[in-house]
């Protein structure tokens, strides 16, 4: 296997407990007639998750995570290798107590109203009745259908983006203090990622740990403190965003109007792109920002010169020759 791109412990908090760790997990498949084939959905995958983090897992369609996921929950078993959810091993029944979990494609008794299903789930963690009663309210409020008639109305007649705020509701039920999220923007709308978004980002300032995963780059860039790449099974690499794509001192521009002999002194690699001039800056941002008004340019755009968080990922793939489905 090839090597993994990891931070230094050192640069880890210790004082945080570990939440989720796997070490060498793997998980192989057998299908076809008589099970002769073999298909990898894992192979030696090693990750540590700590309290209080957002983590995200990334990776094209069919790359293994959600088989990580499932493994991590006990809902499949490995085939090799050991893993841990809040101290106990994965499998541990007891732990499930403390566990949130929104599949990706969750499945509800369609002829429930929102209130029944999240009575129903209550019921199932065996929350008392006054109690159950306060949380559902608390929940409806912090996914945003409390003021709506939705808790009335049958889950058939929901959104899609209704049915995944519902499906965030019944996943903190039990009030977990680990939640995993199958592709929670998975299918939403602008609107409906936002909401999303605002409530994992809610999550985290209670100091719940969250595992997701997601192909909506530009959200996990927003929320997640730590990301790992998974392809074709294979972790890739793994670490905070500043240590992933690096911290650069350069800053790239783009300026509208000017005089381009006199941006090139200070943007040497130059180009004039979809109405604008464009590269990165040579000296001081506050300098340039003063001399702009002297050449009668805008500044439209100035920002840190390192690669996207999708770049990153594309650039991943094609180093280990994947197939980006």
């Known amino acids: 296997m090839d090597s993994v791109t990891e931070v230094s412990p050192e640069l880890i908090p210790t004082e945080r407990s570990v939440v989720v760790q796997t070490q060498d997990l793997r998980k192989i498949y057998r299908t076809g007639f008589w099970f002769h084939q073999r298909t990898v959905s894992l192979q030696g995958c090693s990750i540590t998750v700590y309290q209080g983090e957002t983590f995200g897992l990334l990776g094209p369609n069919g790359a293994g995570k959600t088989t990580l996921l499932k493994t991590l ?43 029944e299903l999240l009575q129903f789930t209550a019921e199932l963690f065996q929350i008392p009745g006054a109690e159950r009663r306060q949380r559902i309210i608390r929940l409806l409020d912090l996914v945003g259908l409390a003021q709506t008639t939705a808790r009335k109305r049958q889950l058939r007649q929901y959104s899609k983006g209704m049915l995944q705020r519902m499906g965030l509701a019944q996943a903190l039920i039990n009030d977990p203090e680990l939640v995993f999220l199958d592709e929670p923007m998975s299918g939403l709308d602008p609107m409906g990622r936002y909401q999303i978004r605002e409530i994992i980002l809610s999550l985290k300032e209670q100091g719940k740990t969250i595992f997701f995963n997601s192909h909506v780059l530009s959200d996990v860039e927003q929320i997640c403190d730590r990301v790992a790449i998974l392809s074709q099974g294979e972790l890739i690499c793994i670490g905070s965003l500043d240590e992933l794509l690096g911290i650069s001192d350069r800053y790239r521009v783009k300026v509208r109007g000017g005089n381009p002999e006199i941006l090139r002194k200070r943007i040497p690699d130059l180009s004039f792109q979809d109405g604008c001039w464009q590269g990165h800056l040579l000296g001081s941002p506050q300098d340039f ?17 390192r690669p996207s968080l999708e770049e990153f990922f594309m650039q ?9 489905k």
């Open 73 to 115: 929950l006990g809902i499949t078993r490995p085939t090799a290798g050991r893993g841990s959810l809040l101290g106990k091993p994965i499998g541990d029944r007891s732990v499930k107590q403390r566990v949130g979990y929104l599949p990706e494609n969750p499945y509800f008794y369609d002829y429930l109203t929102g209130w």
């Open 289 to 305: 920002i003063a001399s702009l008004q002297l050449i009668d340019a805008q500044l439209i755009l100035m920002q840190l010169a």
């Open 316 to 324: 991943q793939l094609r180093d280990r020759g994947a197939q980006i």
